[in-house]
């Protein structure tokens, strides 16, 4: 029985003992009559089963692209406003059927728009951020039995207007709504049956993963892997909310996005595939505070995600930059990097735009070595040449070109034996809801009623933590020619010694060679050094240099990537303290910068004192 008799206010938020889930359903989930009527089955299978239940779904099909080309055929450029007013209707004609479907089968149901939802988002229209949810509307509906239809990826701004938030938003207002309602989980249906190791169109081997870490997919999503929208795995992360990714045709088991996956054996979870990038570089940049700034804040204020951000360890006081974005941004990102250039008194810059970015990721890297060495080695034996290599904690990308990538991913998969299964977890084993930081759950009032109304900044860029390592020593070697197959000899040859790499940096080669830089453990210092010394001998490189002890700088986080200020915010303070960054690696959950030793507490309390009001 679901508790229609049941009315005050203890009943909320799960507060009776009767848990909420969430389930979302894509356009290709509820694209027709009898989709629709077969998602209505699984919410009422979920109510029956003693869940209050909230539906979250898209527009229908390809309605969205629909409205966008009717709009195009209307206007060349759509005024923003009215765009968010026709695409809003997409979710209102699917969440209307979805209830009625339900209703025809004889149960509760009643849809809501993001206004009524109560989801209040800021004014940026089609790319809107969600602020705050009162969910009111939707508890009282709960309480009654009903089984509440949301339209997914649309709000109101304060001043009532309807805003979107941006293409695939609705997996989004499924998180969101999720967070608030303290749900059980979020399960979201759709076409594919889960998380796979890498895209199945590019590899039929690839396999689907039982379990991943909000961490994992947040890198795996932003290297390539395009199974949801990224804010809302952010949100997720947030809130801590379990994703349940599941195929709404078949019964297969799907893939749970959780904190913390119960752990494989395998170093490496997914590998990914960025196809159109284009890299950037300028060389001959003054090694002085503030230059890595000037560059990467100039194609920030252009609006362009970078992704990877290389900057080498200058050579005669001189630095060498690159960086890559997607090759339909190079256009603007070029206009932004003439800027910067002539401001930085570069020698020189250049790019590519025939390159594409491999990577892998996986939460056990962290503590595994070899893994780097793993990767160069298996396109050292396809022979395919590495233009550029970052690594972070939990990812290592690697840029090749165009014509090799497809085959870059493969050997890559293959090597890390990716479509090979670990021990599977029990079915249908969904871990409870973990309790996420205090100040992130819900305030409750003194009868334990939760007070949801206000969230305010639900979106906003959270840091978990700054880090400063002083454990670790520098080699560089300049110079090393360009031929696949180097970064694997040279990085066996260093594992050989004994010593375990941390961070890697290759940037672009100029003139046929490129500068590789690594840190270790410093009580390795000697020994790589002499290691470095003999691979620089033998390959002809100009020299090596080391630095006996660095500091590495780290700002952890949630939405790094996507709140591109965040590297400029961070070279800016360190540019302010007057300190020169020596080295830089970014992802979504990280970015990382060396700094000179002496410098290393000083550049902790500049960011820290940079990123206080976003610390948690
Ligand atoms: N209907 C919107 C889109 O196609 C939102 C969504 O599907 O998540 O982008
Ligand atoms: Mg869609």
């Known amino acids: 029985m679901v508790g229609g008799a049941h009315s005050t206010g203890f009943f909320l938020y799960g507060f009776s003992g009767m848990s909420i889930v969430v389930q979302k359903f894509g356009g290709t989930s509820v694209a027709d009559r009898g989709l629709i009527l077969a998602a209505a089955r699984k919410a009422i299978r979920a109510q029956l089963q003693g869940h209050q239940v909230v539906v979250v779904v898209s527009a229908m099909g390809k309605n969205t692209d629909r409205l966008i080309q009717l709009a195009r055929e209307i206007h060349d450029n759509p005024p923003a406003r009215e765009m968010d007013m026709l695409l809003a209707t997409g979710e209102q004609v699917s969440v209307a059927l979805m209830a009625m479907a339900i209703q025809s089968l004889g149960y509760e149901a009643v849809s809501m728009t993001g206004a009524q939802l109560g989801i209040v988002t800021d004014d940026s229209h089609t790319k809107a951020r969600i602020q705050s949810i009162s969910a009111d509307r939707i508890t009282e509906a709960l309480s009654q039995g009903k089984i509440v239809i949301a339209a997914g990826f649309q709000g109101v701004n304060e001043r009532h207007e309807i805003t979107t938030l941006g293409r695939g938003g609705s997996d989004t207002t499924a998180v969101a709504l999720a967070a608030v309602l303290g749900a059980e989980r979020c399960e979201i249906y759709t076409d594919v049956d889960g998380v796979y190791t890498t895209d199945p169109r590019l590899l039929p081997e690839a396999r689907r993963l039982t379990q991943i870490s909000y961490d994992e997919m947040l890198e795996l999503a932003s290297a390539g892997a395009g199974v949801m929208h990224n804010r809302s795995i952010e949100f997720a992360k947030k809130f801590s909310v379990p994703i349940y990714v599941r195929n709404s045709m078949t019964d297969a088991r799907g893939t749970m996005i959780v904190a913390d996956p119960e752990s494989p054996h395998q170093p490496v979870c997914g590998a990914a595939?960025?196809?159109?990038?284009?890299?950037?570089?300028?060389?001959?940049?003054?090694?002085?505070?503030?230059?890595a700034l000037t560059l990467v804040s100039s194609i920030a204020a252009k609006k362009i995600a970078m992704d990877m951000i290389v900057q080498n360890v200058g050579e005669d006081g001189l630095a060498d930059i690159s960086l890559t974005v997607c090759r339909d941004d190079l256009p603007t990102a070029l206009k932004a990097v003439e800027e910067a250039a002539s401001e930085l008194d570069a020698e020189a810059y250049d790019h590519d735009d025939d390159v594409s970015c491999v990577s892998v990721v996986g939460l056990p890297m962290a503590e595994q070595s070899g893994v780097?060495?793993?990767?160069?080695?298996?396109?050292?034996?396809?022979?395919?040449?590495?233009?550029?290599?970052?690594?972070?904690?939990?990812?290592?990308?690697?840029?090749?070109?165009?014509?090799?990538?497809?085959?870059?991913?493969?050997?890559?998969?293959?090597?890390?034996?990716?479509?090979?299964?670990?021990?599977?977890?029990?079915?249908?084993?969904?871990?409870?809801?973990?309790?996420?930081?205090?100040?992130?759950?819900?305030?409750?009032?003194?009868?334990?009623?939760?007070?949801?109304?206000?969230?305010?900044?639900?979106?906003g860029l959270i840091v978990e933590g700054i880090t400063l390592d002083e454990s670790q020593a520098r080699v560089t070697l300049y110079s090393v020619p360009d031929t696949a197959g180097l970064a694997a000899d040279i990085f066996d040859e260093i594992a050989a010694a004994g010593i375990v790499v941390d961070m890697i940096v290759q940037g672009h080669s100029v003139e046929g060679t490129a500068d590789l830089s690594f840190t270790f453990p410093k009580e390795d210092c000697a020994t790589a050094v002499e290691v470095a010394e003999r691979i620089a001998k033998r390959l002809g490189c100009h020299g090596v240099t080391s630095c006996p002890q660095i500091a590495q700088l780290s700002v952890y986080g949630i939405g790094l990537r996507s709140h591109t200020q965040v590297a400029g915010q961070m070279f800016e303070s360190l540019g302010a303290a007057g300190i020169n960054v020596e080295m830089i690696n970014t992802s979504e959950i990280c970015v990382s910068v060396v700094v000179d030793a002496r410098q290393g507490a000083k550049g902790l309390t500049a960011l820290e004192n940079t990123f206080r009001e976003f610390i948690l």
């Open 372 to 459: 780097a060495n793993k990767m160069f080695r298996a396109l050292a034996d396809a022979g395919i040449n590495i233009l550029m290599i970052s690594t972070s904690h939990i990812k290592i990308s690697l840029l090749v070109s165009r014509e090799s990538a497809i085959e870059a991913l493969q050997c890559v998969h293959e090597a890390f034996q990716l479509e090979r299964a670990p021990e599977p977890r029990p079915a249908e084993s969904v871990p409870a809801r973990p309790h996420g930081p205090a100040s992130l759950r819900p305030a409750r009032n003194s009868n334990g009623v939760a007070i949801v109304t206000k969230m305010q900044g639900m979106e």
């Open 273 to 291: 595939l960025v196809k159109d990038q284009a890299r950037i570089s300028l060389s001959g940049v003054p090694d002085r505070p503030g230059a």
